[in-house]
Each structure stands twice: as C-alpha cells, then as structure tokens.
C-alpha cells in the first residue's frame, strides 16, 4: 500500500484540501493508498483546517472538519512513499529535513504540482499561500490542488 504525505508551511489549507481530495478519490474508486498530510512549521499544531478552507472544500462536497494539524517527523521521511510539497519553499525546508535527519530519503520529497505542470506548461509549479489572502485566492488554490491531486491520482494508476 502506497503512503502519501501532503505538506505545506501550516497544514490548515492547502495540505489538508490536499489530503481531503486524494482521501475522496481513495474512498470513491476503492484506491490501496494511504494518504495523510503535516506541516513544516509548528505554528498550527492541534488546530482544525482554516474555516476558510472548510467552507471552500464543504462547497466541493469534502469534508476536512476532523483534520489536526501536525508538525512532519522524521519517521515521516522513513514511513511515507511521496512527501509532496505546496511550493518551493516547503520543498527546499524538506530536503533539508530529510538530508539532516533522515538521511538517503531525499528522493521521496517532490512538488505536488510537477506531474500537472509536466502534463501541460501552462500550470505553475507551487500553490501560492492563500493565508494572507481573500476568499477568491482560496477558490483559486482549490481548484489547482482539485487538478494537481487528479493528475498524481492517473499517474499512481499507471505506475
Ligand atoms: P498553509 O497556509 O501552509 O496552506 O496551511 C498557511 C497557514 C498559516 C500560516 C501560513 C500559511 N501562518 O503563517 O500562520
């Protein structure tokens, strides 16, 4: 069974509508993946998903109310298949994780975006952060981490 862990910089938005994409594709076509979601900052930890994206993932029929947000682990690096980042900045903090305490498990982190952007150059490659932001930014990060998970989906399919 394939682990997969979404990551972002406070796991109350983009990781957990991450996960909450792939545990609904998962749950709807009987997938043998696992699929769970962490941060790279301490800042959130315990906490739900950010409202904002509750209501923004409720409206596309997921819900992400029971999610907690959690602080990635070196285990994580052992445990999991693919660690996905939201953007480069995540990326660049987990390689420097993985090289400094989980050694030789580099390889397993990657951006979420790269299969969707390598599908078609039109896509970007990072998930801009839509904490900061109003709630057309959150709509917008939906539907690219909506698109993003579907093409990593086709493609665990494939392999
Ligand atoms: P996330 O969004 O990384 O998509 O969960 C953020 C959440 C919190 C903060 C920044 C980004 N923050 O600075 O507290």
Do not use: W
């Amino acid at each position: 069974m394939k682990k997969i862990l979404m990551v972002c910089l406070g796991n109350i938005c983009r990781s957990p509508a991450a996960e909450g994409f792939f545990q609904s594709f998962i749950d709807n076509e009987n997938l043998a993946l696992q699929v769970d979601s962490a941060a790279t900052s301490n800042y959130h930890i315990g906490e739900q998903p950010d409202k904002r994206m509750q209501k923004s993932m409720r409206a596309r029929g997921i819900d992400i109310s029971h999610l907690r947000g959690r602080q990635v682990t070196k285990e994580d690096f052992e445990q999991f298949d693919f660690v996905y980042a939201m953007d480069r900045s995540n990326f660049h903090n987990l390689k420097a994780l993985a090289e400094r305490d989980a050694p030789g498990y580099e390889h397993k982190v990657e951006l979420f975006l790269q299969t969707l952007h390598s599908q078609n150059s039109d896509e970007p490659l990072e998930v801009p952060d839509p904490y900061f932001g109003g709630p057309e930014g959150f709509e917008r990060c939906v539907d690219l981490i909506e698109r993003g998970a579907k093409a990593l989906i086709k493609q665990q399919g494939e392999s």
